[in-house]
């Protein structure tokens, strides 16, 4: 778990999250450390401050926000992998997300994940994607 709110907001940063806004709470329960309430209509960035709830993890409308870190990230440096194929080299940094999706390459799902490619969002916003399919390879078209 996160449990400094430096940390907490940078995370909801990287994670692109609406909030980037900490708010202490000694609710309970609630999971330990940061966490997000999604509620009906907005979502809330959390800080559990009360020790009862060490050992929670993501519960209802409140989903926890981890770390790999063992420190606040004032302290820390982020982590990065480098991979290189072809000749080219992509250094990925913390936090980082593949997306992967399965596509049939007919109708009104195949248009969908055109319209995704080209304004790249939902798979494609990712920093990296795959698209598998059984058909031929899949002509997304170009992206805006």
């Known amino acids: 778990p996160i449990h400094d709110e430096y940390t907490c907001a940078l995370a ?3 994670m692109k999250l609406p909030v ?3 708010q ?3 609710f309970v329960p609630t999971p330990e450390g940061c966490h997000l309430f999604t509620g009906k209509r907005s979502k809330a960035l959390f800080m559990s401050m009360n020790p009862i709830n060490k ?3 993501g519960m209802g409308k ?3 926000i981890c770390c790999s870190y063992a420190e606040p990230s004032k302290k820390c440096a982020p982590e990065t992998s480098t991979t290189t194929t072809s000749g080219t080299s992509t250094t ?3 936090p980082s997300m593949l997306c992967i999706t399965v596509a049939d390459g007919t109708g009104y799902s195949f248009q969908a994940l055109k319209a995704a490619f080209k304004h790249s969002f939902g798979v ?3 920093d990296a994607n795959t698209v ?3 058909d031929d390879p899949l002509l997304l078209g170009v992206r805006t």
């Open 12 to 14: 909801a940063q990287a």
């Open 62 to 64: 409140r989903e926890a």
């Open 132 to 134: 598998f399919t059984s």
């Open 24 to 26: 202490n709470t000694s």
């Open 20 to 22: 980037h806004k900490v």
């Open 55 to 57: 050992g929670n993890g």
């Open 124 to 126: 494609f916003a990712c």
């Open 92 to 94: 990925w940094a913390w």
